[in-house]
């Protein structure tokens, strides 16, 4: 069996009158993220963790912000692309961890969804993923709510 590991991060700025997309969950709040994309945080670190994990390249190489195809684009697009290719080398999933920085709003109250909807995507039982909210502690613009960052590990396994 050969086991790979991949790691991924990202942050958008967050403004008024924009969604609040968080693993393909709309979240209600008052600010949403400031992207090309729909600015899926999550989703796009973990698009960038599972293309990593084969030394594949990063989602800006595949998915350019340059592109007007992907303007507001539904980021799971990104995130199925990503996990056919890993597949089509031979890997599975063992598990996805991460964690979510946002000052507001809290995500405990949507961390089931958002896990049920990723695992609904990939086709892989909700056990295998898992994610923290935190916040920053109100230091910076992370802290100020300006902002909301994301970072993702995957473990992935090919063979017996
Ligand atoms: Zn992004």
Request: glycine residues 12%.
């Amino acid at each position: 069996m050969e086991i790979r590991v991949g790691i991924g991060f990202d942050i958008h700025r967050l403004e008024e009158g924009r969604e609040l997309v968080i693993g393909g969950v709309k979240i209600p709040y008052e600010k949403g993220w400031v992207a090309h994309s729909d600015g899926d945080i999550f989703f796009h670190a973990l698009t960038d963790a599972l293309l990593g994990a084969i030394g594949y390249g990063d989602i800006g190489q595949l998915f350019p912000d340059s592109d007007k195809k992907w303007e507001g684009a539904d980021s799971s697009i990104f995130l199925k692309e990503a996990y056919r290719i890993v597949k089509e080398k031979g890997y599975s999933i063992v598990n996805i961890d991460g964690y979510i920085i946002l000052q507001k709003p809290k995500l405990l109250y949507y961390r089931k969804k958002i896990i049920e909807n990723t695992a609904k995507i990939l086709d892989i039982d909700v056990s295998r993923i898992f994610i923290k909210g935190k916040t920053f502690e109100k230091i910076g613009e992370i802290g100020e709510g300006k902002a909301g960052m994301c970072e993702v590990v995957v473990l992935l396994r090919k063979g017996e």
